[in-house]
């Protein structure tokens, strides 16, 4: 049975090539985007699993619900903030308030696409000067 299986002493794929990686600097502007969007999507997750969580959080653990609830609650508001608070990456000014303390905090800052105050469009890299 041994004869008929053949080891090879060489890996079946050739290993890549050695090749420098340009050392490029990152996109700040790009980078402030995707921050902006796993924020985003992680205040959707954490706001639409919240009430799931909590049934089933209240049926399981009884009166010990609210250890789970809570600190869910507190991420919740958390990821939220950060989508409210976010800073435009052009005039670092808040992207969707005009007023970060008592200004008006609507729905629309979840999908606003331009900045209030410069009006840079989400998701442009920065110009080179």
Request: overall charge positive.
């Amino acid at each position: 049975m041994a004869s008929l299986i053949e080891v090879s002493s060489q890996s079946y794929r050739m290993p890549a090539p050695d090749r420098p990686t340009p050392l490029l600097p990152l996109d700040p502007y790009l980078n402030a985007w995707a921050t902006l969007r796993r924020w985003r999507r992680i205040a959707l997750v954490s706001f639409c699993s919240l009430l799931p969580v909590a049934v089933l959080s209240e049926h399981t653990l009884g009166a010990w619900w609210i250890v789970i609830v809570l600190p869910a609650m507190a991420f919740m508001f958390v990821a939220s903030g950060r989508v409210t608070w976010f800073r435009c990456p052009n005039c670092r000014e808040f992207f969707g308030l005009n007023n970060p303390i008592w200004g008006p905090v609507s729905p629309m800052i979840l999908v606003r696409h331009k900045c209030l105050h410069c009006g840079i469009r989400k998701g442009t890299p920065k110009v080179p000067s």
